[in-house]
């Protein structure tokens, strides 16, 4: 399995403060059975300070000290998507994850992404869509998206015991292409809550999968 969107770089956003901290995430992950983890630190969020110039150095320390534990690491970004210059760092040169505020949607912005990063070469992925109080699985926005090839991700925390009725709908519905940890380090056992979300819904398993077997 891989976990497409963690805060583990230390020091950098909202996520985990120290190195000591992001090694003992590290083992967590191993714990599940998880050896790949994708670091998508916030950028350009209103709500959050990013050390952005620390970013590259702190995944280069991180990524040696996981390799050696036997986890395969891969360097990203969060994009906070309003109406600014686009600029992120695509997973593996390939995938965009992008975020927005979760009540107000931005006007125009599925056409500010494909006339910035789907032109740059970049497969769009929605961060925490069940987050969203404008997106609706059975909406015309949703449907528009899909229809664009966007893919969509849900935190694991959200196929808890008690499943909130927005995110059941987005489960019902269909259009999920992930779970992901949305892992800040806050509490433990989110990597836990990952492999158990996969095996609670199986067809989104085998679409993660599908999308790990087109990079790999």
Not at 174 to 189: L, S
Request: glycine residues 8%; aromatic residues 10%; negative net charge.
């Amino acid at each position: 399995m891989i976990d497409f969107h963690s805060h583990l770089l230390y020091g950098i956003d909202d996520g985990v403060k120290t190195r000591d901290e992001s090694i003992a995430l590290l083992s967590e992950y191993l714990d599940s059975g998880i050896r790949r983890i994708v670091f998508t630190p916030h950028i350009y969020n209103p709500y959050v300070t990013t050390a952005v110039r620390l970013i590259r150095e702190t995944f280069e320390d991180l990524h040696a000290a996981a390799l050696e534990m036997g986890i395969e690491t891969y360097l990203g970004a969060e994009l906070f998507v309003r109406h600014q210059e686009l600029k992120t760092i695509p997973v593996l040169g390939r995938y965009a994850l992008c975020e927005f505020d979760v009540y107000n949607e931005p006007l125009g912005f599925c056409d500010l992404i494909d006339g910035t990063l789907v032109q740059q070469g970049c497969e769009i992925m929605i961060a925490h869509v069940e987050r969203y109080k404008w997106l609706l699985p059975d909406g015309e926005r949703a449907a528009d998206m899909k229809r664009r090839g966007y893919l969509f991700q849900m935190n694991a925390e959200s196929v808890g015991d008690i499943v909130s009725s927005r995110a059941q709908k987005w489960l019902d519905s269909g259009m999920i292409d992930m779970f992901v940890t949305d892992n800040h380090g806050r509490q433990p056992g989110f990597p836990g809550m990952l492999a158990e979300a996969c095996e609670r819904y199986p067809q989104i398993a085998s679409r993660m999968n599908e999308i790990e077997e087109s990079i790999w």
